[in-house]
């Protein structure tokens, strides 16, 4: 998979949530509701493009949480090539997240879906976070595919945040592939630049460049 929540798995999930910003208004005592717009130079998840052609797309997403820990968010990308032509990706992610001493932990569901075709999947995931670092298991029950990443990430000298990625896809037929993201990305106000360098497998490294405006 694109914004910075304060639940760690949706935002390793979104990318590392170096794709952009998010500001949240309060939409009651225990609510708050948040949005984020903007464009990249390309698509990228999981390491691998998604794009047709490499092209443009303008992604964003919204979303609510309660602070019990409960949250759910939608976000989508235009552009996207699953074989069909370009089409409109939309997630819709489930996530409850929380925290034991100084371990957190996420457990949550995502459908992945798209505008033009019938295809679509689901993954269910659980992770633990410590400090930098996340671990987190997705599974695909109806294809079989288990996607495991190990992500971490910082501000780098106050300046702007870095983050890193390695991930393992392990299908039920088949070999496994993995993937590796580097990202960085810098806040301005309710503005946030990035760049994302993704290599997946044996395939060419893939690089991407967005500006994101929160809302």
Partial sequence: MKTKLQHYAIALMMGMGLTGVST????GDDISVYADIGAQSQYIWRGAAQSVNNDAAIQGDVGIEHESGISANVWFSTGVDVGTGSETEYDITIDYSGEAGDIGYSVGYIAYKYTDTSLEFNEIYAGISKGIAALTAYYDADNKNLYTELGAGMTVADMFDASAS???????VGSSTNHITLGASKD????NVNATIGKAGTADAEFAVGLNAAF
């Fill in 24 to 27: 949240a208004a309060q939409a």
């Fill in 166 to 172: 390695f991930g393992v896809n392990s299908p039920d």
């Fill in 188 to 191: 301005f106000d309710n503005i």
